[in-house]
């Protein structure tokens, strides 16, 4: 795979298993030469009639793997964890980078909800910046529901 060409043979060695088990190529974000990043190095998502550049797809697939299991699917939320796909829009990228690297923990009368800190987790915090892509994306509308289809490239 050319990815692994791409990688020091160690981390190629650790990847390659998931990258089978997944069954299709991670996205490297910056890959397709697009501006992908603000002039502040905020992330940015390109969505053209439903597809959507690497970044976001791979943030979609990461999302899953880590945060649907409290977060729903497609950041619809569960009876654990408030819809992403909605409260994205409220939420800035450092703010949004301090919850996830740091978690949160809300003891309210509906028992303790408690979102888990990722910041020494590397299959979260490798690809922080996808997955804000894919949530903002949903969150501002751009992107429906189920795994997307990537643009060409
Ligand atoms: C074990 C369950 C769980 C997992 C897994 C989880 N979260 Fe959470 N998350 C929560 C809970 C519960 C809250 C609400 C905490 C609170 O009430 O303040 C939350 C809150 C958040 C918030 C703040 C939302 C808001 O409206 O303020 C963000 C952003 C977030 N999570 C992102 C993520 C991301 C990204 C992942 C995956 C990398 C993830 N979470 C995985 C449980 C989880």
Do not use: W
Request: charged share 25%; proline share 6%.
């Amino acid at each position: 795979m050319v990815l692994d060409m791409l990688m020091p043979p160690l981390r190629a060695a650790l990847l390659a298993p998931l990258l089978l088990m997944a069954g299709t190529a991670v996205a490297l974000a910056q890959d397709d030469g697009e501006a992908m990043t603000d002039e502040d190095g905020v992330p940015l998502y390109r969505v053209e009639e439903g597809r959507v550049d690497r970044g976001t797809y791979n943030g979609y697939r990461r999302y899953h793997n880590s945060c649907h299991v409290c977060h729903g699917a497609d950041g619809l939320g569960s009876s654990f964890a408030p819809a992403l796909a909605e409260t994205m829009d409220s939420i800035d990228y450092y703010a949004f980078l301090e919850v996830v690297a740091s978690g949160r923990q809300n003891p309210g009368a509906t028992g303790n909800k408690v979102m888990p800190a990722f910041g020494t987790d590397p299959n979260v915090m490798d690809h922080i910046d996808d997955i804000y892509r894919y949530l903002k994306a949903r969150s501002e509308g751009e992107l429906g529901r189920g795994r997307p289809v990537r643009l060409e490239g």
